[in-house]
């Protein structure tokens, strides 16, 4: 199958879905009902550019980011990075890929591996693609890196424990940079840090983006940050893309009442502006269950019973913003 | 929906005890050995006033969670301890109370919220059963009796259904629904002082929302004094009137809530402020404080902010600054804000 790419485009994705099903537990006997983490995604990553997933737990953001780089194989549709299909990759020429796609992870203190040296963990990438011949050329791109990255190389025979979690994140990104990839995935890559040290994070992460040219698919819950580094915004809810568009768009316009609702939530640091709140009924519903229609329904303020039968397809509602909603009007949400 | 009398029964704004609620003086609180211990919480001092809601904020290491559980007597001992201090609860010492008295006090007079509900409930216990365990240990009530008020508790923090919902099981029940059973639980004696550590953290955005919400009308209906305790200004910008500020063990700035946003007087609440990233403002560059928090017990000498700080003079590396007044509404730790210049 063709996939259309325009020279902007380095990442397509067209009708991805992914189903996860489990055959009858061991013990109990009873199969699981099948959970469908994300369903019909379709959309664009261009060169040089941060694509935001937003999205509360349970949407389907972090599966949709492992489906982009294959770390879990998709059920459907078709992902292409450069021209190239990755879902019809062998697993050598999938491993090739690997050098130019990237991951950053949330949790700082989980995906660095304890009994390695830093020299070890940012090099091993670079040893797995053969970029790095010698034991001094090794030390010398890692000294590099870490100089990149705002760590010391002193520190680089150190272990992650005597690390701090800013720090052990800057490692991450190291390792992530070192084999100089065009994309790279980013699930959550601040929220585990504090305040002032997240922004030390954020900046590090635009400066590096600045100087490579490479796009972020930067997965998130938290607004405030990605008001600040993304491009675009696509909104996620249960499994489906509800909203995407320019951020200036979806800021300033938000057309799902789902998108509404998120940005209304946010509590400002500002006692002096007291939004009033979109306060949403209830819990998002389990993904092994999404209601009929649209599956938003069952919390939507402005909910009508066509929603209830009718699933909403991803419409433009103004220049490359799009919205699923039947009933989708930009409304500015006074932040 | 009404709520019996039982619940409504509010807190008298002015209690027997004349001055503050909540008064805690010089608190430090060490862990380790005594001779290497270190020191986590160092002379911290504040007050709350019945009724009032206040903050403290701070990063990991802040020193605000150990001491939200310091006045719970909940430090964990050995390897803390409470080094100096006193906390006076409607002018009572607790830390010089025997330890025996405290479990009457916990729950009754001040009980805690956590971060995260489902490591803080009974898995093998009903939700009904865990909130009726507090009352039982204070109130002397029959078994139907308990019940309704289980129940008109579940209803005060939103859990629909609730006759139903009290034989089910915390597994049962979603992040957001364990956070209100928690709060529950908290208020089932409406106690005088509620202290919430981190209490949406763990939530996601619009179930954090309900929980805020929530805890605005804990306080409309019952008048529940409230210390929260969170990382996210813009959580304390939502409940509290007045915040403590505290980094490296201290506090640094102690001022009501519009003050402190305003014009923030410790460069340290300064940088805060100004690293937080906000919804209405796209400017790409987020401000960042240079280097990182120090290590407890690192810093033997001079304000715990100097080597990260813009403002800093050679009396800062010297002597550390107490908490001192600039006017009657805010307070800082800070040399220059009051008006030292070398």
């Known amino acids: 199958m063709n996939i259309a790419v325009t020279g902007d485009d380095l990442v397509v994705v067209r009708d991805v879905g992914k189903t996860f099903s489990e055959a009858g537990g061991l013990v109990f006997g009873r199969s699981q009902p099948s959970v469908r983490a994300v369903d019909g995604a379709s959309f664009e990553v261009k060169r040089g550019e941060t694509l935001a997933l937003v999205g509360e737990s349970g949407c389907g953001k972090s599966t949709l980011g492992r489906l982009l780089l294959r770390l879990i194989d998709a059920s459907e549709g078709e992902i292409a990075i450069d021209g190239v299909d990755i879902l019809r990759l062998s697993s050598n020429d999938m491993r090739q890929m690997r050098a130019r796609v990237q991951m950053i992870f949330q949790d700082p203190y989980g995906s660095l591996s304890p009994r390695r040296s830093v020299a070890k963990i940012i090099a091993e990438p ?49 390792r992530a940079i070192a084999v100089d990839p065009q994309f790279i995935v980013a699930d959550e890559p601040v929220s585990a840090l504090d305040v002032s040290v997240q922004a030390q994070i954020v900046n590090l992460m635009q400066d590096l983006q600045k100087s490579r040219g490479f796009s972020y698919l930067f997965i998130a819950h938290d607004l405030s940050v990605v008001r600040h580094i993304a491009d675009r915004v696509a909104v996620m809810y249960l499994g489906r893309i509800v909203e995407i568009g320019p951020k200036k768009r979806i ?7 789902y998108t509404q609702a998120l940005l209304s939530a946010v509590p400002e640091p500002d006692p002096e502006t007291r939004k009033s709140r979109i306060i949403l009924k209830g819990d998002v519903p389990s993904p092994a269950n999404v209601p009929t229609g649209c599956s938003f329904h069952t919390r939507c303020p402005i909910v009508q019973p066509v929603c209830r039968t009718e699933r909403p397809p991803l419409v433009e509602t103004a220049s490359r913003h799009l919205a699923a909603c039947h009933f989708a009007k930009p409304h500015p949400i006074p932040l | 929906m009404t709520i019996a009398p039982s619940l409504s029964r509010q807190q008298p704004v002015s209690s027997t005890h004349p001055g503050p609620l909540l008064k805690v003086e010089d608190l430090s609180i060490e862990f380790g050995p005594e001779g290497t211990a270190v020191r986590v919480v160092e002379g ?7 009724g009032a809601a206040v903050g403290i904020v701070g990063e990991s290491g802040s020193g605000k969670s150990m001491t939200s559980l310091a006045v719970m007597g909940l430090i964990p001992s050995p390897p803390g301890r409470i080094a100096t201090g006193r906390i006076l609860f409607e002018g009572v010492d607790l830390l010089g109370l025997p330890r025996s008295r405290m479990p009457e006090i916990r729950g009754r007079d001040i009980a805690m919220i956590f971060q995260e509900p489902m490591s803080s409930l009974n898995p093998v216990m009903t939700i009904g059963d865990q909130i009726g365990e507090a009352i039982k240990l204070h109130e002397k009530m029959g078994r139907e009796e308990r019940r309704q008020r289980i129940i008109e508790l579940l209803k005060l923090v939103g859990i ?37 550590d981190e209490p949406t953290t763990a939530l996601d955005v619009t179930i954090q929302a309900q929980v805020l919400e929530l805890m605005h009308k804990i306080r409309r209906t019952l008048n529940t004094t409230i210390l929260l305790i969170s990382h996210d200004l813009g959580v304390i910008a939502d409940i509290c009137e007045r915040v403590i500020v505290m980094y490296a063990g201290k506090v640094v700035e102690d001022a009501d809530v519009k003050t402190i946003f305003r014009s923030p007087k410790h460069p340290y609440t300064r940088g805060l402020l100004q ?68």
């Open chain 1, 126 to 174: 670079l040893e797995i693609f053969g970029l790095v011949q010698t034991r001094k050329q090794r030390r010398d791109r890692v000294a590099e890196l870490m100089i990149q990255v705002g760590l010391s190389p002193t520190f680089m025979d150190r272990y992650p424990r005597q690390f701090s979690g800013g720090q052990r994140q800057r490692i991450g990104i190291a």
């Open chain 1, 251 to 257: 800021y300033d316009f938000p057309s799902h009442p």
């Open chain 2, 44 to 50: 911290v001092s504040f007050s709350i006033d019945a």
């Open chain 2, 160 to 196: 629909p259904d609730p006759e139903r919902r009290l034989g089910a099981y915390p597994h049962q029940f979603s992040g957001g629904m364990r956070q209100r059973v928690m709060i529950a639980m908290a208020v089932a004696c409406n106690p005088k002082l509620l202290i919430a």
């Open chain 2, 275 to 342: 690293s937080i990233p906000r919804l209405k403002d796209e400017n790409t560059r987020l401000y960042q404080i240079p280097g990182m928090v120090p290590l407890p017990g690192t810093i033997k000498q001079g304000c715990p902010f100097f080597p990260r700080c813009p403002d800093r003079i050679d009396k800062c590396a010297r002597e550390t600054p107490p908490l001192l007044e600039i006017t009657s509404q805010q307070k800082a730790a800070c040399w220059v804000s009051a008006g030292a210049t070398s």
